[in-house]
């Protein structure tokens, strides 16, 4: 790339998205490439859960006095930039062409044909964009394209002249109404890049993806967009992009197909987990040996309840690498966890979610996992405690804090949790919020003033819940919510003498939406001034 050229030493790495990453650094190093804004855009498939490894999309734009020195010092004939359509000045011998405009006319794209040589096309119409079709011959003159960028136009179909183009890398037809991709795409054999993310109307891949042998990246919302996956998508070994797998019954549909995409990196949902007839299906996905994945989901669909005992066997068999980051298990009908999820050797894992795993009736250790910083438990409605077994099995030393980096707890809709007790001074030692809703039966709570790194502490629609624990709360607590609990509340609001201790030293206190301020000096005869101006007896 002549950008990059003499700002980094050579790769060290053989993967071409490493080196691609080393020129972007060193020219945001440089100051070429600038912070432009935050993409703040919706990722449906992150909608349950921002990654902890990543946490924001910062775009970058280039740096206009960088760039008005290099065009002062630089002849680039090979880059044309063409503002409303017009490609007055550009020369036929261009190889990198951007055309911003919202409409193409016919003549324009006529004399797009002449520019032969050409390697990039983008086609910048942002927001509002009229363009609706490409012409059906274009591509057999710009066979030599590399680089393709249709996305945010109207354009509904992609020629199936598209397959004279075998040098292609790159496609973009993001936000674009596009349903499918030709057939004729079989023939792109270079192609490493397809992004089809925010096409609402996109149904399936072509039959003939298992082709595309050099894809590296597939870009698009797999479990909102396609009915099914295209069959043999194994047959891509050099994947790295694949947001989620359906798996399917049909031969070359089957999870086995992820045994030898070994390459794959960042997020994977494995969807439709009804499909895995056995055990030994299950163990042909080989995901232990997706040693580049940084979160996993593994789900069934919400009405499937059949084969719960084969179910415990295949989760079982669906064991992930130690180097996991995040881990999500949903609609999971069997009695009991996977033994692995409790292995200490996760010693990366940062999150956890067990969602409507609605059978489950006990809690695995999870508190040896010693990394782990987010866990949420949701619809585990078959759980009727929380105790000792939570926190540790019995052959962890005693001694050892049971979640030692545990920052957020989510207790949310257990319909049968009726007590939380047996918890070791010591445990949970940096828990900053704990949120305990929609538990209808919980009664019993245990220690909480141990909880020394505690900030907000949350009760929503826990009815039977009466008081608090009798030691109290913890110093550090900042803010405390109760919600939908009339008998805490009650409780809250008659506190005298040692009881009224335990809550007046909390900043900031939330009675059903409404904010109650504490004040340190305040007696117990005058706490009732902290709620003259609420209607607690409504």
Same mark, same amino acid.
């Given at each position: ?38 993409? /703040? ?52 011998? /261009? ?34 964009s009229s363009i609706k079709h490409v012409p059906r011959d274009l591509f057999l003159s710009l066979k030599d394209l590399r680089t393709l960028n ?101 031969? @070359?549909?089957?999870? @086995? ?109 999870? @508190? ?17 405690e929380i105790n000792h077994q939570f926190f540790r099995d019995g052959l962890v030393d005693q001694a050892f804090p049971a979640f030692p980096k ?29 949120t305990m809703d929609s538990c209808p039966e919980l009664d019993c709570l245990p220690s909480l003033s141990w909880l020394k790194s505690l900030k ?83």
């Open positions: 790339m002549w950008m990059a050229e003499g700002f980094i030493e050579e790769s060290q790495t053989e993967r071409m998205e490493d080196t691609g990453n080393a020129y972007f650094n060193s020219l945001h190093k440089i100051g070429f490439l600038v912070p432009s804004r935050c993409d /703040t855009r919706v990722d449906f498939d992150s909608v349950f859960s921002v990654p902890a490894y990543n946490p924001g999309n910062l775009l970058y734009k280039v740096n206009p006095v960088k760039l008005s020195e290099l065009v002062n010092t630089t002849a680039l004939v090979d880059y044309f930039a063409a503002v409303d359509g017009n490609l007055d000045g550009a020369l036929e011998t /261009t190889q990198h062409l951007s055309l911003n405009c919202k409409e193409i006319s016919d003549m324009t794209f006529g004399i797009l044909k002449n520019f032969k040589r050409l390697h990039t096309l983008l086609l910048l119409s942002g927001h509002g249709l996305s945010r136009t109207l354009v509904s179909e992609v020629p199936s002249s598209i397959r004279n183009v075998k040098s292609l890398r790159y496609l973009d037809l993001s936000n674009t109404p596009i349903t499918q991709l030709p057939e004729s795409i079989d023939s792109l054999h270079h192609v490493q890049t397809i992004k089809l993310r925010g096409c609402a109307h996109f149904l399936q891949l072509p039959k003939g993806t298992k082709k595309l042998i050099n894809l590296r990246h597939i870009d698009l919302d797999i479990i909102r967009q396609l009915w099914a996956m295209p069959p043999y998508i194994g047959n891509l070994t050099n994947l790295q992009t694949l947001s989620a797998f359906l798996v399917g019954r049909e031969e @070359g549909c089957r999870i @086995g197909e992820l045994k030898n995409l070994n390459n794959l990196r960042g997020v994977l949902r494995i969807s439709r987990l009804e499909n895995v007839s056995d055990k030994e299906e299950a163990e042909e996905a080989a995901l232990i040996d997706k040693k580049y994945l940084q979160r996993l989901e593994l789900r069934w669909s919400n009405v499937f309840t059949e084969k719960i005992e084969e179910q415990e066997k295949i989760l079982e068999c669906l064991q992930p690498h130690a180097g996991l980051k995040e881990l999500h298990i949903q609609h999971y009908a069997g009695s009991t966890l996977p033994t692995w999820i409790s292995n200490p050797s996760f010693a990366e894992l940062l999150v956890l979610t067990l969602y409507r795993c609605t059978n489950c009736q006990l809690l695995p250790s999870i @508190g040896q996992l010693r990394m782990l910083k987010s866990l949420s438990i949701i619809e585990m409605n078959g759980v009727k545990l920052e957020i707890l989510e207790v949310d809709i257990m319909f049968n949790l009726k007590e939380w007790r047996e918890v070791k001074l010591g445990d949970l030692p940096s828990l900053l919020k704990l907000h502490l949350e009760f929503r629609r826990c009815p039977k819940l009466l008081s608090l624990p009798s030691d109290g709360l913890p110093t550090s607590l900042e803010s405390f919510i109760v919600i939908d609990c009339p008998e805490l509340k009650e409780w809250c609001r008659k506190a005298e003498g040692e009881d009224w201790s335990k809550i007046s030293s909390v900043p900031s206190i939330w009675f059903d939406c409404e904010e109650v301020r504490s004040k340190s000096h305040c007696t117990p005869g005058t706490s009732v001034e902290i709620y003259e101006n609420m209607e607690l007896d409504g």
